[in-house]
């Protein structure tokens, strides 16, 4: 139920007339009004862990972006890779990743969040003792 989290939304210049907007609330869907309309889902609705590599899909997509979730068990490594044209915001949602750029391996912890230029070269591992969970947000 988003109710409690709207209640705490302030009118800012990305929903206009949100003092007065109507909110109907659906399963997957919020709707403001009668224009405005956003796509929700949640964490449980990814990729789970896989024991034997690591887990990476899309959990939701927009227009010109794609919210990617990842999961690493302790051990587990993704390889370099890039992202094109498009930006990259990495968010880690539990466990602490290692992740590398190329400047070396730095941790990333637990509510770390990071903006990578899609040009950049990335590779995440997990060598910690607990399952790593991150957020990627793809745009184009």
Same mark, same amino acid.
């Given at each position: 139920d988003l109710r409690p &989290?709207?209640?705490?939304? /302030?009118?800012?210049m990305c929903l206009p007339r949100m003092q007065s907007a109507q909110f109907e609330?659906?399963?997957g869907k919020l709707r403001i009004g009668k224009t405005r309309s956003m796509d929700t889902t949640h964490l449980d609705h990814a990729k789970p &862990?896989?024991?034997e590599n690591f887990a990476a899909g899309p959990i939701l997509k927009g227009g010109r972006t794609t919210g990617v979730v990842i999961r690493l068990l302790p051990g587990q490594q993704m390889p370099g +890779?890039? +992202?094109g044209e498009g930006d990259l915001m990495l968010y880690a949602v /539990?466990?602490?990743a290692t992740l590398d750029v190329g400047a070396g391996p730095v941790d990333f912890p637990t509510g770390s969040l990071a903006h990578?230029?899609?040009h950049e070269t990335i590779s995440l591992s997990n060598n910690g003792e607990t399952g790593v969970t991150l957020l990627a947000v793809l745009a184009r």
């Open positions: &989290y709207l209640a705490r939304v /302030e009118p800012c609330i659906s399963p &862990y896989d024991p +890779h890039n +992202h /539990e466990g602490t990578l230029d899609g």
